[in-house]
């Protein structure tokens, strides 16, 4: 089989694979927790971005890090959950790219990070792009490789 790295798929623009921002669901850094885990726990997302009211992003938020914060010694403190804003609880260590960067860069931010958020020239939030679709993009690609050699 052609070997990965001569096929052009992995100069492939990214922009196919994009969900849009309206339909990403999202919450704001000035939310409360208790918000964040209702939109969680409604859309059966494990993680989800979060974006300022100017739709710049600032993190990513998951139903891990709410746990977390509510776990208390010997029970869980769930009044937390209204005290605590998402701001402090966010991780800020997000993939990001921007929405001309080639297939081979989400290809890559895809081994540790099950979405990748995607990102305009001006640094505005567009949509994010997840794993499982850019897998199952290349599983075809790859049977209709196999296809054409058979
Ligand atoms: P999937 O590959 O569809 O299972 O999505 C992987 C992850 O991407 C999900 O667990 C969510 O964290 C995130 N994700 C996928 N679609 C959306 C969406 N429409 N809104 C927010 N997050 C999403």
Not at 21 to 44: D, M, R, Y
Not at 55 to 80: C, H, N, Q, V, Y
């Amino acid at each position: 089989m052609q070997k990965l790295e001569e096929m052009n798929i992995l100069e492939k623009d990214v922009a196919p694979f994009l969900i849009s921002a309206e339909k990403v669901a999202h919450v704001q850094p000035e939310n409360t927790l208790e918000h964040a885990l209702l939109v969680l726990i409604k859309s059966g997302y494990t993680a989800i971005p979060v974006l300022d009211t100017s739709f710049k992003l600032k993190g990513a938020i998951s139903k891990a890090e709410i746990l977390d914060t509510i776990l208390g010694i010997e029970r869980l403190e769930p009044e937390r959950l209204h005290e605590t804003k998402v701001n402090d609880v966010m991780s800020t260590s997000i993939a990001c790219i921007k929405s001309s960067a080639p297939f081979e860069r989400a290809l890559s931010y895809s081994i540790n990070h099950p979405f990748i958020c995607v990102e305009d020239e001006d640094g505005s939030f567009i949509g994010i792009i997840t794993r499982s679709k850019l897998l199952a993009y290349l599983n075809g690609y790859l049977h209709d490789q196999r296809k054409k050699k058979s």
